[in-house]
């Protein structure tokens, strides 16, 4: 069992590579690769107001700043749990695919019916 956030990822890079990871589990948003166990995620969701969806989960907003922030991208790229092409798309790489951020339940809202 691996240290928790034993990369020391700050909040914001935990939030994003959290968001990237569900992401990456939509078949529309992303491309299998280049290296095995790499997902490149080229589709990004657009916010409707203070939220957005991602799959079946519901989004705050303020969860997603780091989505759209080149600081972010390189920072996860430095880490080594992404390979940023900014702003056109960001591979995870196997580490980030499997990082264990503890914040999916935190962050992505789902089934308790969505309030707009």
């Known amino acids: 069992m691996s240290k928790k956030n034993h990369l020391k990822l700050n909040p914001?890079?935990?939030?994003?590579?959290?968001?990237l990871q569900a992401l990456a589990a939509i078949p529309e948003a992303v491309q299998?690769?280049?290296g095995e166990g790499?997902?490149?995620?080229?589709?990004f969701p657009?916010?409707?107001?203070?939220h957005f969806h991602l799959g079946d989960a519901l989004v705050d907003s303020n969860n997603a700043t780091g989505l759209f922030n080149e600081a972010v991208?390189?920072?996860l790229d430095r880490k080594g749990v992404a390979r940023a092409d900014w702003p056109n798309q960001i591979t995870l790489t196997k580490e980030g695919v499997e990082y264990d951020t503890e914040m999916a339940d935190e962050i992505l809202h789902r089934g308790h019916g969505h309030e707009h």
Do not use: K
């Open 73 to 75: 991208w390189h920072a």
């Open 38 to 43: 790499e997902v490149t995620i080229t589709h």
């Open 32 to 34: 299998q690769g280049p």
């Open 46 to 50: 657009h916010a409707h107001g203070n």
């Open 12 to 19: 914001l890079q935990l939030r994003t590579l959290t968001l």
